[in-house]
């Protein structure tokens, strides 16, 4: 079967987040995104792929900061709800009763229900056509202590991410074999 014109469904499923642009105090929009990726450790940063008609592609332009949210499993209704309508025409945040806070090293916006953030400052972008990857430092990057531990990573078993195997559910990282 042939499927370059949807070659990025081989990618999928992924991980899915909460991506905060705008000015807290001024104009915050969210919107859901599953093309983030990190791209360097030193120094750390990320990469996020938004196409270029969007509100939020026109907001990080501007303001040149984004944050990366990860939501539990509990907010999985908020994160469905951000990726179905344009922030150009709907208040997001009113919308849909978000408690939104600024971030601790950006003006962008910050879901206070995530469990992890990453804040983070445009070093680069790549244009593509129908999208701009924005390259960003991560300036600051936090997790809520039950569910995240720098060991282990995300503790799936209170609604954090781990590796996955299609047909096969959930995979447990662990050390590697020594045989």
């Known amino acids: 079967m042939e499927v370059k014109e949807k070659f990025y469904l081989l990618l999928h499923p992924r991980p899915a987040y909460v991506i905060g642009s705008g000015r807290f105090g001024e104009v915050v929009n969210f919107m859901a995104a599953s093309w983030v990726t990190p791209v360097a450790e030193e120094p750390p940063r990320v990469a996020v792929a938004i196409d270029v ?8 332009s501007k303001y040149k900061e984004f944050t990366v949210n990860v939501l539990p499993m509990a907010q999985l209704n908020a994160l469905y709800s951000v990726g179905i ?22 003006n962008a916006p910050v879901l206070t229900d995530s469990i992890g953030v990453l804040e983070c400052r445009v ?3 790549v244009e593509s056509e129908d999208t701009t990857l924005f390259v960003g430092d991560v300036l600051t990057a936090y997790a809520k202590e039950e569910y995240f531990d720098l060991r282990n990573g995300w503790n799936v078993k209170k609604g954090g991410y781990s590796f996955t195997q ?3 559910g959930i995979l447990r990282a662990g050390p590697p074999s020594t045989s």
């Open 123 to 125: 070093t680069a972008t």
């Open 53 to 60: 008609e969007s509100y939020t592609h026109e907001l990080i």
């Open 166 to 168: 299609l047909g096969a």
């Open 85 to 106: 309508v344009s922030g150009r025409r709907v208040d997001k945040v009113a919308r849909f009763g978000l408690n939104v806070e600024k971030g601790r090293s950006v």
